[in-house]
């Protein structure tokens, strides 16, 4: 193998290992596998266009090219040209993925799912710095300035990631960079001779050993570099255990009772939640209660909107009390049930927040938990998350009348300038669609009830897991005028229409009550994934409000009394549920609207998705993708099929050998480059057998002698064009260190081309295509492992391929121009005479 390409494996190498670094941040890790195969496409690309020679430049662009089509072969096959040429639609499908991917970024807990946006950053940002480093170390050969991409690469995951095994990312990430330092400087040493590329076998092993010093040395100082680095900051307590210790990270900072969270959006993609094909549980749980349609699983308030997002504000956090203080703005006269509840998430179910009923009085839990008192909520410092916890939450269920709320009185000053502000940017048909909504409303209660019913019943929405998620005011006005979305989109809307109206809101972000069990516990499944909007009310307090049709449940505080409804009683459901596990999001969904705002269906009839069917991907599909990958795996394979094919060709007998082919006397070069030409041999009609016959014989003289160079060539034996046959054949015995038997054989049909080239008459030579069979048996048996692959799978002889094209596009470009040009001298040649 050259020192180039091994400096270009060693590149790849090291871009792959950099970005192992990445694979903490999304769950499943198998984007790491596309990423690779795309890689390796990509140096395979720059391994070529450096061996035609192109300018470094060219080459760079050549790659960038290909890295651009293998993206859009991925991401944007159905809006590109051919499947793979990007066009205006490929680039917007980018800009889309792009932008759903910077969204999912900020709304989702690590690990997050990997969706389409996010695998296109990771895996485009895995090609882009590969072509970076390829580039500087490869093309530029300046391996040194290829870390800095490395760790941009390195230092973007580590600042995401946490946990105990940030230094092995390191390791990782460390030890590509060394790989690909030495590689450059064992290739620049061998430069100076082969004592420092490494010994041949008939030099023994001291000289192989002395040899290989200054690379053994390199890999001993870089093993050194690394140990210190992980090691020597155990010793410094400033350095706060250095990569060894996973506790330097959290969104907490400080002891005790101090440190804030950071502004950090945690909502989860609730789209792609509800579209998941498996509704997997999340946690169950089991409480002391058997009214569990209001026991919504909160796990963050939103309340913050700059126009942009809706996210958690900035706050102070502090240790987890005992015994949490008596929520915001309840009064002692609102009804209240105090109930005990144990949750146990699921393994796999990694949040940063923790899962609770609202409000929360008492929590027993294990961990490194902050309690972050403005929002009751409580938060993992120091990586700490809940997969796989299990916790007792003691909270309450507030029972507020409808009266009680009309005559809440206004809220305060500091409660509306921190929960009424709206962004300069809201659209004002937000605004003057509250307004039309809630005319004729009396109080803020009655606003908020109106505001429900517009979303809920009266105002036309339809619920569409399918609709683009958006948090911004553009959606929110789109929003309003598609009437198309799912809770992300009703909460929003609601939360900022309330605050134009002057009443204190905010969104939550939670999970509905799930599914009930045989067993009596409750289930919460992905689908279970909701939104919704908390109004405060001066002596009640943050209240619920639903205003998503066919999701959770109605409060019965925002419920018309229904004793005189035309509608049936419906029966309860049997307390004797099935032992089958419920893969319904939630228990309210099969009900219509209107049912579900009189109280009209049942809150824990569960739906049945079992008719739900997948015949799979279409047959088109799977064609396109088992040709595509039939090609991927033929395409590295086709300078192996034209290698055995012109060998073949080449070794024909005499009586099958190729026509087509030019004869030419003008020296060893012109002979060789005639072999491959394009121009026909025909002898004259009444030419004698005899010539015929020896024009033949010298056409598979030639082509044998090609045969003979070009396998050399392949196992490193580069062909001199200067030479002629018999001093090229003694290079070939010289530097392949032949045998006396495979020697005779090269100067056997070195001798026979001279004959060619020079005779009157040639004679066909009988075996010569043994002989250059018994060449390559030789050559063969003395190489090493790595040059016969190559030999086989990549001979270097098949850029003969390149040359002959761009000798052909050489030949054409002279004939059009030479034509252009007896074109333009016609008129002024017809002037002449004309005068």
Known sequence: MSGRARLALCAAAATLMASCALLPLVDPATWILQAALMLAVQTGAGALTRRVPLARPLTVAVQALVTLMLLTLVFARQQAIAGVVPGPEAFHRFSVLLQ????????????????????LMLVGGVLVIGLAVDALAVTFRSAAPAGLPLLALYSVAAGLSGGGAAWLWFLLAAAGYLMLLLAEGRDRLSQWGRVFGGASRSQGPESSAGALAPVRTGRRIGAVALGIALVVPLGLPALDGGLLDGAGTGVGSGTGGGGTISAVNPLVSLRDSLNVNEDRQVMSYRTNTDDTQDMYLRIVSLDEFDGTAWKP?????????????????LGGDVRRTEIRTRIAAADWYAQDWLPMPYPASKVNIKGNWRYEPVGRTLVGDHGQNTRGAQYEVTS?????????????????????????????????????????VTEGAQNHYEQAVKLQDYFAVTGGFTYDTQVQAGSGSAAIAKFLKDKEGFCVHFSFAMASMARTLGIPA??????????????????????????WPELYFEGIGWTRFEPTPNRGSVPSYTQPDSSGSDLPDLPKPSTSASTAPSVAPSASESCSAEQKKLEACSGALPQNTAGSGDDGPPWYKIMWWT???????????????????????????????????RLSRAGPRGAEEDVTGDVEVTAPAGADASRRAAEVAARHTLAVWRELT??????????????TPRKAAARIVRIGQLEPGPAESVHRVAGAVERVLY??????????????????VALRSTASRSTRLRALVAPRSAIRVVWDLSERWAAAKARWAARAASLLRRPSTSGEQNG
């Open 627 to 661: 040709l595509a990958g039939a090609a991927a795996l033929a395409l590295p394979l086709v300078p192996m099929l034209w290698r055995l094919r012109s060998r073949s060709m080449r070794l024909a007998s005499a009586q099958h050998a190729p026509t087509g082919q």
């Open 710 to 723: 070009d396998t050399a060539w392949d196992y490193g034996i580069v062909p001199d064009d200067a030479l």
């Open 100 to 119: 759903a991917g910077t969204d999912d970024v900020g709304r989702f807990a690590i690990p997050a799912p990997l969706s389409d946006g996010i695998r």
């Open 759 to 776: 005779a009157p008459q040639p004679r066909p030579e009988a075996g010569l295509a043994d002989d250059v069979r018994r060449l390559r």
């Open 313 to 329: 504000a900035q706050r102070h956090i502090i240790d987890v009390p005992d015994t949490f203080p008596l929520p915001i703005g």
């Open 396 to 436: 309450l269920i507030v029972q507020p009348t409808a009266e009680q709320l009309a005559n809440a009185p206004e809220p305060s000053d500091d409660m509306k300038r921190d929960y009424t502000h709206v962004p300069d940017s809201l659209p004002s048909v937000v605004a003057s669609t509250a307004r039309q």
């Open 506 to 531: 905010r969104v939550a972000v939670g999970f509905t009550p799930g599914s009930p069990q045989g067993d009596g516990s409750m289930s919460v499944g992905l689908r279970d994934a909701h939104a």
